[in-house]
C-alpha cells in the first residue's frame, strides 16, 4: 500500500517535470487554471506572443478576462464555463486577446478539464496566435477574387492542356473565342478543327516548340479561328506555358486566349488611314514621321527630311529633331514634350538651322499611341514649313505696331473702327479730346459709346465703305457731340479710309479728323488758320532748307577739320620735331660734359627734361601715324599675315628677350587690306601684350586664327560685301583690365596705368581700332585683371566667298 502511494507521488512528480519542460520547451501559450484555489498560471510565451510578463499578471482568471477584446468576452467566459460546470473533458474557441502595446491578437484557445472524483479540480491548456494566418488567408482570398474579377473583366479564356490525355480544359469564355463547341470535352483535335486552316500549322509548330524539353519555347502566338457554331472569323492572342518534370516530361501546358480581333480590324483600318494621310500630307507640302518609342527608329518622308535640314536625301534619325534646332529654342521644345508626355499630344514651332546654316521656322504636329498598360509605343506626326508665314506675321505685327505708334503720334485725332460693329480701337489723346470722353470708349462699338451719332450720317458713311472699300473724306462736316452732358455742335474735316488684310479683306477704317469750327463759323478765321496753315508748311520748308544748309556747313567744317589736323600732323612731323631733337641733342651734351659740375637737383632735373622730350617725341611720332590713317580702301591687296608676323616678332627681339616672353603664334591667313597699315595694328597689338606683363610670372603671347561665323560678322558696323572675315586673337596672361574700361582703352590718350609704371602715349590702341575701321573690321577685347588679355580683330580675308 505504502509502495503504491509512494510510486503514485513520483508518478505526479514526473507528470508535473514533464509538463514544466513542455510548457518550456514550446513557444505557444501554455496556461494552468487551478480551478479549486481559483489561480491561474502562465509560461513564458504569453510575454513572448504577446509582451505580457507573468509575474505582472494577475493570479487569478480575470487576468484572462480583462484581456479579451469587449465583444467577444462574454460569449468566451460563458461557453467555457460551461464547459466546466457540466464536466466536458475540453474546451475551444476562437477570440481576440489583448496584447501589452493594447493591439489585438486573434488566437485559437483550447482547454483540457482535469476531473477529480467526478468534481473539475484543474484545466490546462494552451493558446496559439493565429492572426498572421488569418490575414494571409485574407489576402489570399482578396487575390483569387482580384484575379477572377480580373480575367472575367478582360474576357480572357484560360485553357489547360494534359500532354498524357490531349483532354483540354477551359473557362466557358474559351469555348466563346472557339464559337462554342458542342462537345463538352475538348481534346487537341477537336480545338484544331476551328483554327484557320491558313493558320494551324503556325499554330502546330508554336505548340511542339513548347512542349519540347529541349527548346521549351514560351507559347506566344497570334492565330484565326472559325466559330464551331456561328462561323464567325476572330482574331486571338494565345499564351502560355508547359510545365515540365524533373525527368524533362511535360505534364501541364496552360494558358490564356484573348480576343483581338478588333485590335487587327483598327490597326489595319489605321494602317489604312495613314497611307492615305501620308498622301494627303505630301501633297500639302508637309512632311510625316513615325517614331518608335522603344527603338527610337524613325519613318519619315523625303519632305520631311528637307524640311528639317534642307536635303531630301539626308539621313534622319530622330536626334536630328535635337541638333537641328535653333539653340535659343531647344527650352520650346523640351516644355512641348514634358505637355505631350501628360496630354498625349505633341505641338511646338521653332527655328531649325539648315545644313547651310540658314534658319527656318517650323511647326511640329505629332500624336502619342499608348499600349494596354498606357506605355507609349510610338509617336507619329508631321512637320510644316511656316517660315514664310512666320515672316508674313512678323511684317504684319511690325506694321502693326508701327500703324499703332503712327497713330499715337499722330498730331490730328486719330483712330480705328474695327469690324461691322466699328469698335474702337487705338484712338490718341487728340481723338479722345475731340469726342470729350475719355479712354472708356475703347472697345466699345461706335454707337454704345458715342450714341448721338445714330441719326447723323456718318455710321451710314463707314457702313458703305465696308461694302465698296471707297474712301471718303469731307471739309467742314457737322457733328454733334454729347460733352459734359451737352449736346454741342462742331465740325471737322475728316476722312475715312478703309484698311485692308492680306487677303485683301476690309478689317478696320482708319479715321483721322480735324476740329474746324471756328474755321467754319467765321471765314476770314479760316482763311487766317489756311494762311497760317500754309505758313507753317513755308516755315517747316524754310527750316528744312535751313538745317540742310547747317549740315552742308557742319561737313564742310569736319572736311577743314580733318585737312588742318593733316596739317598738324605735318608740323608735328617736321617743324615740331626740329626743336624737339635739339632739345634733347642739348640735353644730351649737358649730360655728358656738365653733369658733375651740377648738384644731384640739376642732375634729377637734366634727367626729367630728358624724359619728358622722349614721351614728346614718341606722342609725336603715334600722331602722325594716326593722321596718316585717314584713308580707307587704298592699295588693299593680299597680305599674309604670318610672314609680317615674323618680321615684327624679329623687330622686337630685344624686348621679347628682355621681359622673357613666350610668343606662340599659330597658322594665321592672307588679310584683303594695306600692308603699313596692317603692320601697325600688329605691331601695337604685340607690343602691348609684351609691355603689361605679370612681373613676378612667366609671359606669355598666343596668336590664334579662325574663319568669322555669320553671326560674328553681324557685329561688324559696314562689312565688306562678298568677302569672308577672319577672326584673329592676340591673347596674353599680363596684367588684364577692368572691362568696364573697355570703351575707354581704345580713345585718344587714353591710359589705364600711370607712366610710371609703363610707358606710352595713349595712342596705340586709337591706331588700332582706327586701322580696323580702315579695313572694314571690327575690333574688341575681353579681359579679366590679374589673369590676362584677348585682343579680338575681324578682318576681310583675300579670298572672296
Known amino acids: 500500500m505504502i ?65 479579451i477584446h469587449p465583444d467577444d468576452q462574454e460569449r468566451v467566459v460563458q461557453k467555457i464555463h460551461q464547459v466546466i460546470e457540466q464536466g466536458e473533458p475540453h474546451w475551444s474557441d476562437f477570440y481576440r486577446f489583448r496584447r501589452a502595446n493594447g493591439e489585438y491578437a486573434h488566437v485559437h484557445d483550447r482547454g483540457y478539464t482535469i476531473i477529480v472524483d467526478g468534481k473539475p479540480v484543474r484545466m490546462v491548456g494552451s493558446m496559439l496566435d493565429i492572426t498572421e494566418q488569418l490575414r494571409l488567408e485574407k489576402e489570399r482570398a482578396e487575390s483569387e477574387a482580384s484575379l477572377k474579377f480580373a480575367m472575367e473583366a478582360a474576357q480572357l479564356g484560360t485553357w489547360n492542356f494534359d500532354p498524357f ?158 541638333e537641328h534646332v535653333h539653340p535659343e529654342d531647344l527650352p520650346i521644345r ?189 471765314r476770314h478765321a479760316l482763311e487766317k488758320s489756311e494762311e497760317k496753315y500754309r505758313q507753317l508748311v513755308n516755315d517747316l520748308e524754310r527750316r528744312v532748307q535751313q538745317r540742310t544748309a547747317e549740315l552742308n556747313q557742319t561737313n564742310a567744317e569736319l572736311i577743314n577739320s580733318n585737312n588742318n589736323l593733316q596739317q598738324f600732323a605735318y608740323a608735328a612731323s617736321h617743324d615740331m620735331q626740329e626743336p624737339l631733337r635739339k632739345i634733347q641733342s642739348f640735353g644730351s651734351r649737358l649730360q655728358s660734359l656738365y653733369s658733375k659740375q651740377l648738384d644731384e637737383n640739376g642732375v634729377f632735373m637734366l634727367n626729367r627734361i630728358q624724359d619728358a622730350s622722349k614721351r614728346m617725341s614718341l606722342m609725336i611720332d603715334d600722331l602722325l601715324a594716326y593722321s596718316r590713317l585717314a584713308t580707307r580702301d587704298t592699295d588693299f591687296q593680299p597680305v599674309g599675315l604670318k610672314e609680317m608676323v615674323s618680321h615684327i616678332l624679329a623687330d622686337l627681339e630685344i624686348a621679347i628677350q628682355e621681359q622673357k616672353t613666350s610668343v606662340i603664334v599659330e597658322d594665321l591667313p592672307e588679310i584683303h587690306g594695306n600692308r603699313p597699315q596692317l603692320t601697325q595694328l600688329m605691331q601695337n597689338l604685340l607690343s602691348n601684350a609684351i609691355k603689361y606683363r605679370k612681373p613676378d610670372a612667366p609671359s606669355e603671347i598666343r596668336l590664334l586664327s579662325r574663319e568669322a561665323t555669320a553671326e560674328e560678322v553681324l557685329s561688324i558696323a559696314k562689312p565688306l560685301e562678298g568677302f569672308s572675315y577672319a577672326r584673329i586673337v592676340v591673347s596674353d596672361n599680363g596684367i588684364g583690365f577692368d572691362e568696364i574700361y573697355l570703351d575707354r582703352i581704345f580713345q585718344m590718350f587714353q591710359r589705364l596705368h600711370g607712366r610710371s609704371e609703363f610707358s606710352g602715349s595713349g595712342i596705340g590702341l586709337a591706331l588700332c581700332k582706327k586701322v580696323v575701321q580702315n579695313h572694314h573690321g571690327h575690333i574688341t577685347a575681353r579681359s579679366t585683371v590679374g589673369e590676362g588679355s584677348d585682343f579680338i580683330v575681324f578682318l576681310p580675308l583675300a579670298n572672296k566667298k
Open 3 to 67: 509502495n503504491s502511494l509512494d510510486d503514485r507521488k513520483d508518478d505526479l512528480l514526473v507528470a508535473i517535470e514533464r509538463f514544466q519542460l513542455v510548457a518550456k520547451a514550446t513557444r505557444d501559450v501554455i496556461w494552468d487554471w487551478d480551478l479549486v484555489n481559483s489561480t491561474v498560471w502562465w509560461n513564458e510565451g504569453i510575454q513572448q506572443n504577446f509582451g505580457h510578463s507573468p509575474q505582472d499578471l494577475q493570479k487569478g482568471p480575470q487576468s484572462w478576462y480583462d484581456h
Open 334 to 522: 523640351e516644355k512641348a514634350y514634358e505637355v505631350a508626355a501628360e496630354t498625349g499630344e505633341l505641338r511646338y514651332e521653332a527655328r531649325f538651322v539648315w545644313d547651310d546654316a540658314s534658319i527656318h521656322w517650323v511647326r511640329v504636329i505629332g500624336q502619342y499611341m499608348f499600349d494596354s498598360h498606357g506605355e507609349a509605343t510610338s509617336l507619329s506626326g508631321i512637320v510644316m514649313d511656316i517660315t514664310d508665314r512666320v515672316h508674313s506675321e512678323q511684317r504684319i505685327k511690325t506694321s502693326e505696331e508701327h500703324l499703332r505708334t503712327l497713330i499715337q503720334q499722330a498730331p490730328v485725332a486719330t483712330a480705328l473702327f474695327v469690324g461691322r460693329d466699328f469698335v474702337i480701337d487705338i484712338p490718341n489723346a487728340a481723338m479722345l479730346k475731340l469726342w470729350g470722353k475719355g479712354d472708356s470708349v475703347i472697345g466699345k462699338p461706335l454707337l454704345e459709346a458715342l450714341p448721338e451719332l445714330r441719326e447723323q450720317p456718318f455710321v451710314e458713311i463707314l457702313k458703305r465703305i465696308y461694302e465698296t472699300g471707297d474712301a471718303h473724306s469731307e471739309q467742314g462736316a457737322r457733328g454733334d457731340i454729347v460733352i459734359d452732358g451737352e449736346l454741342q455742335t462742331f465740325y471737322y474735316d475728316y476722312t475715312y479710309k478703309p484698311l485692308r488684310n492680306s487677303e485683301g479683306q476690309i478689317y478696320a477704317i482708319l479715321d483721322m479728323a480735324v476740329d474746324v469750327t471756328e474755321q467754319v463759323k467765321s
Open 165 to 322: 490525355t490531349k483532354k483540354i480544359i477551359t473557362n466557358q469564355r474559351c469555348r466563346e473565342l472557339y464559337g462554342n463547341p458542342d462537345e463538352e470535352v475538348l481534346d487537341y483535335e477537336i480545338v484544331s478543327r476551328y483554327i484557320h486552316p491558313d493558320d494551324k500549322e503556325r499554330a502546330r509548330d508554336a505548340t511542339i516548340a513548347s512542349l519540347d524539353p529541349k527548346i521549351r519555347a514560351p507559347y506566344d502566338i497570334r492565330y484565326r479561328t472559325i466559330g464551331a457554331k456561328d462561323r464567325v472569323l476572330r482574331w486571338l492572342h494565345c499564351s502560355g506555358q508547359a510545365y515540365f518534370t524533373d525527368g524533362g516530361m511535360p505534364y501541364r501546358f496552360a494558358g490564356i486566349s484573348r480576343d483581338i480581333t478588333d485590335e487587327v480590324i483598327n490597326r489595319e483600318k489605321v494602317e489604312w488611314a495613314d497611307k492615305q494621310a501620308a498622301m494627303t500630307i505630301e501633297g500639302s507640302g508637309a512632311g510625316s514621321f513615325l517614331v518608335n518609342s522603344k527603338t527610337d527608329e524613325i519613318i519619315y518622308s523625303p519632305t520631311m527630311a528637307k524640311i528639317l535640314t534642307g536635303h531630301e536625301d539626308r539621313h534622319v534619325t530622330r536626334h536630328i529633331f535635337i
